[in-house]
């Protein structure tokens, strides 16, 4: 189904604000862990703050600035929110110490408009249109996710870490141009998206709250530890974009076809297995059988085989117990889980390694050995079964 001009309108812009915003902390995350312990006063448990009190301070004002939007309206808290992101980024670029640039993270994660997006597209699309568009901002972010990832390293080794904090600053201006000029106007009946109706999750929305939650714990205790561990084996920064294609290309290459595939057959539900396979192949190969450069690249790829489906599935799965009257506010908590997880996971991921060894352990080897536990945990808790006939 074909997008009208205002849906466009709409979609382009809500994906280039996010995209924006979110390509320069791509840049960051895959380096970050090596830069942050550098910094006056740090260590490695304060690298681990400073990465994972951003995504704390976006989890606690999600709901807050979702609210304020519905009685100010969305386009002046999207320009709050990226105003106090662009002055949290600038005092990162100046930060020398690394409380000053805890302060700077806290100051960037409390710009969250992320569930004003979400609202903003909601109630600019049809229904019938809906899944593309937010297919389409999906697809956006996945993109900065991809180029900030390859970028980020290869840009901090040729001028300094810092240079990525003033990028973010550039992109939170051009952000707010863009949405000063472009943003869609508020709907009339906005307060009908959010008001009237009692949210109650079901059972299944839960276990996909939980899904979102135990997902981005992994992944903030593997961006942590994995650039530590090619540290420990010499490799330079500006070698770490070329190991990042490396082990992004088969994910890139083979997800989403695969996905596809099994849409058709009616067999999607064989990919959330074949997730869980590939997180036990990446962490297992580490643990228990071999510790060198070949290992790394094995648990990079498998884990990004991994991650990549979920990546793609559990929003899919998620639209399909939100009711449309309540997609904004049902996806609300999806997004808080999310960045719960990245908190509580870098945060952990330093402080550990800031210990030497546990059992005598290798710190890393205790860090992989805590992502098959989460794996564990989760596997348990489940995935609801996808079936879109009951939608």
């Known amino acids: 189904m074909s997008l009208s001009s205002l849906e466009k309108k709409s979609t382009a812009i809500v994906s280039l604000i996010l995209s924006l915003r979110l390509?320069?902390?791509?840049?960051?995350?895959?380096?970050?862990?090596?830069?942050?312990?550098?910094?006056?006063?740090?260590?490695?448990?304060?690298?681990?703050?400073?990465?994972?009190?951003?995504?704390?301070?976006?989890?606690?004002?999600?709901?807050?600035?979702?609210?304020?939007?519905?009685?100010?309206?969305?386009?002046?808290?999207v320009i709050l929110g990226l105003s106090v992101f662009t002055i949290g980024s600038l005092i990162c670029y100046i930060a020398n110490d690394i409380n000053l640039l805890v302060f700077g993270r806290i100051i960037q994660g409390c710009g969250a408009i992320s569930s004003v997006g979400v609202a903003t597209l909601a109630e600019n699309t049809e229904e019938k249109n809906r899944a593309s568009a937010f297919t389409i901002v999906g697809v956006s972010v996945g993109i900065a996710f991809v180029i900030g990832?390859?970028?980020?390293?290869?840009?901090?080794?040729?001028?300094?870490?810092?240079?990525?904090?003033?990028?973010?600053?550039?992109?939170?201006?051009?952000?707010?141009?863009?949405?000063?000029?472009?943003?869609?106007?508020?709907?009339?009946?906005t307060s009908?998206?959010?008001?009237?109706?009692?949210?109650?999750?079901?059972?299944?929305?839960?276990?996909?709250?939980?899904?979102?939650f135990m997902l981005s714990l992994m992944l903030s205790v593997f961006l942590f530890v994995y650039p530590l561990m090619w540290k420990e084996f010499g490799t330079?920064?500006?070698?770490?974009?070329?190991v990042y294609l490396i082990i992004f290309l088969p994910s890139a290459i083979l997800i989403y076809p695969s996905i596809r595939f099994l849409e058709k057959i009616n067999k999607i539900d064989l990919s959330?297995?074949?997730?869980?396979?590939?997180?036990?192949?990446?962490?297992?190969?580490?643990?228990?059988?071999?510790k060198n450069e070949f290992s790394l690249y094995f648990l990079?790829?498998?884990?990004?085989?991994?991650?990549?489906?979920?990546?793609?599935?559990?929003?899919?799965?998620?639209?399909?117990?939100?009711?449309?009257s309540m997609r904004a506010t049902g996806n609300g908590p999806y997004y808080i889980m999310s960045f719960l997880g990245h908190a509580i996971g870098s945060i952990t991921a330093g402080y550990i390694y800031t210990t030497s060894n546990y059992f005598e352990f290798p710190n890393y080897t205790v860090l992989i050995f805590l992502c098959s536990l989460i794996l564990i945990v989760w596997i348990c808790?489940?995935?609801?079964k996808y079936n879109p006939i009951e939608r």
């Open 149 to 189: 990832f390859l970028i980020g390293p290869f840009l901090s080794s040729l001028f300094s870490f810092r240079i990525l904090f003033l990028l973010l600053f550039f992109f939170g201006i051009l952000a707010l141009i863009t949405a000063s000029i472009f943003y869609p106007k508020n709907k009339i009946n």
């Open 23 to 77: 390509l320069g902390l791509f840049m960051l995350l895959p380096i970050f862990s090596i830069y942050a312990i550098e910094y006056t006063n740090s260590n490695p448990f304060l690298a681990g703050v400073a990465i994972g009190v951003y995504s704390l301070a976006q989890a606690i004002m999600q709901v807050p600035l979702a609210y304020l939007s519905d009685k100010i309206g969305r386009k002046t808290v």
């Open 272 to 290: 959330i297995k074949f997730g869980w396979v590939f997180l036990f192949l990446s962490f297992g190969s580490f643990l228990f059988i071999f």
């Open 300 to 324: 990079g790829i498998f884990f990004f085989l991994g991650t990549t489906i979920f990546h793609s599935l559990l929003p899919s799965f998620l639209s399909l117990h939100v009711s449309d």
């Open 381 to 384: 808790v489940g995935i609801p």
């Open 192 to 212: 009908k998206l959010s008001g009237g109706i009692i949210f109650k999750p079901s059972t299944e929305m839960i276990k996909i709250y939980s899904s979102s």
């Open 236 to 242: 330079s920064v500006n070698q770490l974009s070329l």
